[in-house]
C-alpha cells in the first residue's frame, strides 16, 4: 500500500533583521538555490494569490520594502511559506522568520530543508529553527501546545512549546542550556554548526515520526530530560509557572 506524503511544518527565527533590500534578498535566493526541488511558482507581498515572477522581478518587489513575502508552489512537491523581516510589534520585537509548509515523500527531500536551515545558520544566524509533522501520536503532557501550531519570538520568551524532530538551538539557547549540554544530546544526530548553534535530530528519518512514534517519543522525552524540562511547555504546571528562558540579543 503506498503511502501518503509527510506535511512538514518548519520556522526558522533570523538573528539579523534584513532591513536592506539586499540581504533579505540575499535570504530569498539561498532559499531557492538550497530548496531545488521546492521553486515558488507564486510570489506576493501580501496573502492574496500572488503571480509568477522572475528573479529580477522579485528583486525588484523585495526593494519596495514589503515586510512579508508569501509565496507558494501548487505542483507536487506542494509547499507554501512566508519570509518575514524583523517586525516591531505592540508586545516587542519579531525575529525576522521563514515558516514553511511542504509536502514530503523520500528523505532527500528531507535533506534539502536540512541543509538550507543549516547553511542560515552557518551564514545568516538563528536564535532558533524546527520542523516536525503533525504525526506526533499521543501526547501525555504537551498536548494542548503542538509546535506545529508556530513559534514566535515572544511565546519563546515564555516557553518552548516542545522539542521538535529537527531543531537548530541558535545563540540564545546555546547561552542559556550550555554547549557541552546540547552536544551531549541523547539523540541520533547532534551537530555543531557554528561556535553558537547546534542541530539535533532525533531519529534517523522523519518519517519515523509516522511508521515509529513511540521510538520517536522516547527519544523525545530522552532529550528534553537531559536538556531541562523546565523549558519545555507542561500542561500540568500552572499557566504563570516561571520557565527558564532565553535572553534574544537583537543585532
Known amino acids: 500500500m503506498k503511502k501518503e506524503n509527510l506535511q512538514i511544518n518548519a520556522e526558522m527565527l533570523l538573528i539579523p533583521d534584513f532591513s536592506d533590500g539586499d540581504s533579505f534578498f540575499g535570504l530569498i535566493r539561498d532559499f531557492i538555490f538550497y530548496m531545488p526541488g521546492y521553486q515558488p511558482q507564486m510570489w506576493a507581498a501580501d496573502s492574496a494569490e500572488g503571480s509568477k515572477l522572475s528573479l529580477m522581478e522579485l528583486r525588484s518587489l ?36 521563514h515558516r514553511l509548509r511542504l509536502s ?31 504525526y506526533n501520536g499521543p501526547e501525555s503532557n504537551n498536548e494542548p ?42 539523540a541520533y544526530q547532534v551537530e555543531q554548526l557554528t561556535p553558537d548553534a547546534v542541530y539535533i535530530q532525533l531519529t534517523q528519518s522523519i518519517f519515523d515520526m509516522r511508521d515509529r512514534p513511540a521510538e520517536v517519543r522516547t527519544m523525545k522525552n530522552m532529550v528534553k530530560r537531559h536538556l531541562d524540562e523546565n523549558i519545555f511547555f507542561d500542561s500540568r504546571y500552572p499557566l504563570n509557572h516561571a520557565y527558564r528562558t532565553p535572553v534574544f540579543q537583537f543585532q
Not at 534539502?112 to 516536525?132: I, N
Not at 515572544?154 to 538551538?169: A, E, K, S
Request: with cysteine; aromatic share 10%.
Open 145 to 186: 501546545m503542538r509546535m506545529e501550531a508556530g513559534v514566535c519570538t515572544q511565546l519563546l520568551r515564555r516557553t518552548m512549546p516542545d522539542l521538535c524532530w529537527g531543531t537548530i538551538f541558535g545563540r540564545a539557547y546555546v547561552e542559556l542550556f550550555g554547549l557541552d549540554k546540547l552536544l551531549s544530546s541523547p
Open 104 to 134: 514530503v515523500k523520500n528523505d532527500e527531500q528531507v535533506d534539502w530543508l536540512v541543509s538550507y536551515l543549516c547553511y542560515s545558520a552557518a551564514s545568516d544566524g538563528v536564535d532558533f529553527a524546527c520542523f516536525g509533522t503533525s
Open 62 to 97: 523585495v526593494q519596495q520594502g514589503p515586510s512579508v513575502l508569501h509565496w507558494k508552489r501548487k505542483t507536487s512537491p506542494r509547499a507554501e511559506g512566508a519570509i518575514s523581516r524583523r517586525l516591531q510589534t505592540p508586545t516587542g520585537q519579531e525575529h525576522a522568520a
